[in-house]
């Protein structure tokens, strides 16, 4: 952890803290390490589902300005060829 953290106040109802505490004793971590660990986690999770639709979002945008794509079926037929000896290369882009 970094010398710069800071700290924050969080306010949790009585029945959200005792649940924080009985988890906190079954884990044998401190309710800190449960909350600094929840956050991170909440944090790159909502990164990584930005992230996803950042991506979507642009790959939405090429195929309306180029029309490149390959059909549900060609990527299908492509998924059944993984994990086996005649497995094919990725379908190539089309209009």
Not at 4 to 20: F, G, L, N, W, Y
Not at 61 to 74: D, F, I, V
Request: net charge negative; glycine share 4%; proline share 2%.
């Amino acid at each position: 952890m970094s010398s710069t953290a800071v700290s924050v106040a969080v306010k949790i109802d009585p029945e959200m803290r005792e649940r924080r505490k009985r988890l906190a004793a079954r884990r044998r971590r401190t309710q800190h390490c449960l909350m600094r660990d929840a956050i991170r986690e909440y944090v790159e999770r909502e990164e990584a589902r930005d992230a996803f639709l950042r991506q979507a979002h642009d790959a939405w945008q090429e195929y309306r300005e180029t029309g490149l794509h390959a059909s549900a079926e060609e990527v299908l037929a492509w998924l059944d060829t993984w994990g086996g000896e005649s497995e094919t290369a990725t379908p190539a882009c089309h209009e």
